[in-house]
């Protein structure tokens, strides 16, 4: 089997959830017994920004990676023989992580990417902190037209952001995360990616629904196939 090294904590939930959803996929492939049909996973919790921000939280033009995400990037190089990143957002930075680690990095954007592309969407609505611009600059390319939500329900969605990766996912919320979601639905999209790992939390009675992308389940299944290949 092949180590996974995961550049998590961006935020913890969503890390802890990818775990719990690739050993899931691991006891679906079956092989091996006990503890030995699971792959080797080392995950380092990056406890920052993965990109140099302002006093908003909001990334910082020209982009550039946080130092403390290349060092995390290094060590797991050190161990692993790929890479996953549980943030959609932290993906602009794939190519700095692969020159630091020297592994390659399996995307969970392209992976949501050719998703799109299987289920035939042509109209894609996509969430995400601050604006899912890893998919704004993707699946344009790929012919799949983007839309997004306005500022007046974006702002209420990175506040809930926040606060889910601090540990708080009540009703106030639960509520923004849904008016997002119903504000892409009415557009007449054919679907919508929810393009932060934090998004699930605040809707999750939707996560499996026909119309719904989440990226987190696409990671987990191709990170333990790949591994276990």
Known sequence: MQTIGVIGGIGPQATMQFEALLHREAQAIQ????VEAYP???TWYHR???????????????????PALLDAARWLGLVADFIVI??????????????ASGRPVLSMVDLVVEDVAS???????????????????????????????????QAPLDAAIFRV??????????????AALDELRSSGVDGVILGCTEIPF????????????????????????????
């Open 31 to 34: 092989t091996g017994q006990a």
């Open 119 to 153: 289920r035939g969407w042509r109209r894609a609505g996509a969430l995400g902190l601050f604006a899912p611009g890893v998919y704004l600059s993707t699946l344009p390319a790929r012919g799949v037209e983007v839309e997004t939500i306005g500022s007046e329900r």
């Open 48 to 66: 920052a920004s993965p990109m140099v921000t302002d006093d908003r939280g909001a990334p910082v033009e020209p982009l550039r990676p946080h």
């Open 86 to 99: 549980t943030s959609n957002g932290a993906h602009v930075l794939q190519p700095w992580v692969e020159e």
């Open 40 to 42: 080797p996973l080392v």
């Open 202 to 229: 605040l809707v999750p009675g939707e996560v499996d629904a026909t119309d719904i992308i989440n990226p987190i389940t696409l990671l987990a299944r191709a990170a333990a196939r790949r591994a276990m290949a």
């Open 165 to 178: 990766m601090a540990g708080t996912d009540g009703d106030p919320e639960r509520a923004a995360g849904s």
